[in-house]
């Protein structure tokens, strides 16, 4: 099945509670959590986790583009994350696979994330201990992106690694998903879609949900 992850970043912050429940019919909701070395910008961290905790039941999917996230991603999971990702090029292999033994420690479920400009092979280290791969569509930083097209193929490479190695694997795409690109991503096997600006941009975020989900049929 097909999951769809509306990413907070893009929400109406000063009416989170309205906007929490408006996207009660997707799967997950997407928490990027960005420290300004990462990444060029800075989002928000854990005071607002804990209030989306609250707000929500849906299963919080947590995106550290943080450096060295070995120092927070346990605390990120016992706040009420359900998926943690770290990002493969935030730290040396050795740190960043206690980052996914600490997440995994504390009960819950582990994601890897790679950059636009990051080989396919990377994931080798970490793809057994995965339960997501998240393949970043656009570089890292900012909602409203455009999808960069050549994603694709590297969608598929992913996928046959997940396929070959740990097909329990949930594979997630971020940036630039649309009604337009979220077939293509289907079609290249991503089943989990985190969607910003294409939900929380449109009035009718349920139906918006819905389209998504079903660009791959
Ligand atoms: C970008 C974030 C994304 C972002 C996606 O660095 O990881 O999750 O919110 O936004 P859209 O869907 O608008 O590209
Ligand atoms: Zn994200």
Redesign the pocket.
């Known amino acids: 099945m097909i999951k769809v992850a509306p990413?907070i970043?893009?929400a109406d912050f000063g009416h989170l509670d309205r906007e929490l429940q408006s996207v009660e019919s997707a799967d997950y909701i997407?928490f990027?959590v960005?420290d300004g070395i990462f990444?060029p910008n800075i989002s928000f961290g854990m005071p607002i986790l804990k209030c989306v905790r609250k707000l929500t039941k849906l299963p919080l999917d947590v995106?550290l583009?943080i450096e060295k996230p070995i120092r927070y991603a346990a605390e990120f999971a016992d706040l009420g994350a359900d998926i943690v990702t770290v990002h493969a090029e935030s730290d040396e292999p050795k740190e960043i696979l206690k980052a996914m033994s600490d997440i995994k420690s504390a009960g819950k479920r582990c994601g890897i994330s790679i950059k636009p400009a990051t080989p396919v092979p990377v994931l080798e280290t970490y793809i057994e201990m995965a339960d997501l791969v998240l393949v970043?569509t656009?570089e890292?930083?900012?909602?409203?992106?455009k999808f960069i097209a050549e994603m694709a193929d590297k969608i598929r490479c992913v996928k046959r690694l997940i396929d070959e190695r740990n097909p329990e694997c949930e594979l997630e795409v971020?940036?630039?998903?649309n009604g337009n690109t979220a077939g293509i991503c289907i079609d290249s096997g991503a089943n989990v879609l985190?969607?910003?600006?294409?939900v929380f941009g449109e009035e009718l975020r349920e139906r918006a949900i819905l389209e998504l989900r079903r660009s791959g049929v």
């Open positions: 990413s970043l893009s997407h990027d960005m990444v995106h583009m970043m656009v890292p930083g900012f909602g409203g992106q971020d940036g630039g998903i985190v969607a910003g600006s294409s």
